[in-house]
């Protein structure tokens, strides 16, 4: 299984990004996924889960109201839809799958429940 992140750039605070995941494996429906981040200095944070079906998600606090996560398993991909971006959103974002057969069908927040990473993709906002 393999995850390749993108989407990432610079823009301007209250700006929009939207970060993309393609999944390439074993079918995507089998994994719950989520996005996480990491900036310069701090360790990694979650920031959104979603489930193998797409019809249950999760967010950090931080993000609620401002980042939307979505996927489309025809297409093997995840999106993370970010608005109303902060300077404090820079940050190296990762997706990762959590594998569902294994560890269950609900989404998690704990970066070590998930089994595959992509390289990350770098978001840099601008105040």
């Known amino acids: 299984v393999q995850l390749q992140a993108s989407g990432g750039g610079l823009v301007q605070a209250g700006g929009s990004l939207r970060l993309s995941c393609v999944v390439s494996g074993r079918g995507p429906s089998s994994y719950v996924m989520g996005w996480f981040r990491q900036a310069p200095g701090k360790e990694r944070e979650f920031v959104a889960a979603?489930?193998?079906?797409?019809?249950?998600?999760d967010q950090a606090d931080s993000v609620k109201g401002r980042f939307t996560i979505s996927r489309v398993n025809a297409k093997n991909t995840m999106y993370l839809q970010m608005s109303n971006l902060k300077p404090e959103d820079t940050a190296v974002y990762y997706c990762?799958?959590?594998?569902?057969?294994?560890?269950?069908?609900?989404?998690?927040?704990?970066?070590?429940?998930?089994?595959?990473w992509g390289q990350g993709t770098q978001v840099t906002v601008s105040s």
């Open positions: 990762a799958a959590r594998d569902a057969l294994r560890r269950g069908v609900l989404t998690a927040r704990d970066g070590d429940e998930y089994d595959y």
């Open positions: 979603i489930n193998w079906s797409g019809g249950s998600t």
